[in-house]
């Protein structure tokens, strides 16, 4: 099952390279099988210490120091464990003060230890320093229609970016494209501004399940890699918005054929065909993880691609982590029957890949995934995808093309 946790990555160290035709890749063939070795560092939440429960994780994600920030929306609190899996600290609570929690939504951990919780009951963003000491709140727009953050946005350098996520119902969105939002956190209130302006579907398709959505990954240095297109294509913008790459491989999307396997959702419309790309994420390396849907829409492989767009090969037998940090750390997290959760923090050792036409090779990394597979959706298969061939980096000039 996908999950919103992953888009919180915190900063991320490395940068996509320019557009240039001497990094543009020829086609390789098929997906590059990756091999991955990782060594479990910790748990939380696995144990009978009820102490250590989780149970409605919103978010989490690593800061600079390789500690672990959870937000627990039941405990209203965030919590803290370094790279030792020793809890550290935890801090806030319900209540009506400026430094407690009303109605948190999202949070997001910053490189220097920093938390930012989005409070949608306070219509804040709460800060917390280090050691977990309240800052300051930061005003989010509540009037006149203002765009304003939430837990679909991603942090890109300094800022936060995404769709308009109002907790109020807001009138239908009436334009041909979804304007996509930069939120920079201003001394007391968030200030806004248009960043860009993805792909809509046709009045006609809207409103049908699996239509393809925005889908954003922050770097580091502000950039944002957007993928709002049913094909595989992801555009790589500037800080301000201006395309620079655009990552594509010829993976065409699946006919719908799942709906049988939904008659039971009475009145529910699906998209003629299966978005290609999931959702993508980057780590602290730089490195753009695109995640493929498979044959019923949920989470399939994995292509991991460098951070100058080069092809490195793709996991077919993994999930796609909750959470990036420093240093190989990779954070999951497990759904249980009775309500609870764990979160489990991995140290990502070696990879290895080959390919039909190449000749296998091993080398050292150390931003690469755990080796688990989701949890089954109950439902099998009766068909399978199209194998995807070739990879490729290619540039183009046209920002808003249809997918």
């Known amino acids: ?31 590059l ?25 919103a978010s989490l994600g690593f800061d600079g120091r390789g500690n672990l920030h959870l937000l627990d929306l039941d405990r209203y609190r965030v919590a803290t464990w370094d790279n030792r899996g020793q809890r550290v600290r935890s801090f806030g609570n319900r209540g009506e003060g400026p430094h407690e929690f009303r109605v948190p939504r999202f949070a997001f951990a910053l490189h220097g230890g920093k938390v930012v919780v989005g409070d949608i009951g306070h219509a804040s963003l709460i800060v917390f320093g280090p050691r977990g000491q309240h800052l300051r709140n930061v005003r989010m727009p509540t009037s006149q229609g203002r765009p304003t953050p939430g837990s679909r946005s991603v942090l890109a350098g300094n800022r936060l970016v995404g769709i308009d996520d109002y907790w109020m119902k807001r009138p239908p969105l009436t334009s041909a494209r979804i304007p996509v939002f930069s939120y920079s956190l201003a001394e007391d209130s968030v200030e806004t501004s248009l960043f860009y302006e993805a792909w809509r579907a046709p009045p006609d398709q809207r409103g049908r399940a699996m239509m393809p959505r925005v889908r954003l990954a922050g770097f580091s240095d502000g950039r944002v890699a957007v993928a709002d297109s049913v094909g595989y294509r992801v555009k790589i913008l500037s800080e301000t918005g201006e395309l620079e790459n655009v990552i594509e491989r010829p993976i065409h999307p699946l006919r719908q054929l799942i709906a049988d396997h939904y008659k039971s959702v009475e009145g529910k419309q699906f ?56 240093g190989g750390l990779l954070a ?4 249980y029957e009775l309500g ?43 068909f399978s995808a199209t194998s995807p061939i070739a990879s490729s980096t290619v540039c183009t000039t046209s920002v808003n093309a249809p997918p």
């Open 332 to 335: 999951y997290v497990d759904d």
């Open 271 to 326: 998209s003629d065909q299966i978005p290609v790309i999931r959702s993508i994420a980057v780590d602290w390396d730089g490195r753009l993880w695109v995640t493929r849907s498979n044959e019923i829409g949920a989470d399939g492989p994995i292509d991991i691609f460098e951070a100058d767009g080069r092809y490195d090969g793709t996991l077919s037998d993994n999930r796609t982590p909750d959470a990036f940090g420093p």
């Open 1 to 31: 099952m996908h999950r919103r946790l992953h888009l919180f990555a915190g900063l991320l160290p490395a940068f996509l390279a320019s557009c240039d035709p001497v990094n543009q890749q020829e086609p390789r063939g098929r997906d």
């Open 33 to 57: 099988e990756l091999t991955l070795v990782t060594d479990t560092m910790y748990s939380i939440g696995a144990s009978a210490q009820m102490t250590e429960y989780v149970s409605k994780v």
């Open 340 to 382: 609870t959760q764990s979160v489990y923090v991995v140290d990502t050792k070696r990879i290895r890949g080959s390919s039909l036409f190449d000749h296998p090779r091993e080398m050292t990394r150390r931003s690469l995934a755990h080796a688990r597979r989701p949890r089954s959706t109950g439902i099998t298969p009766q």
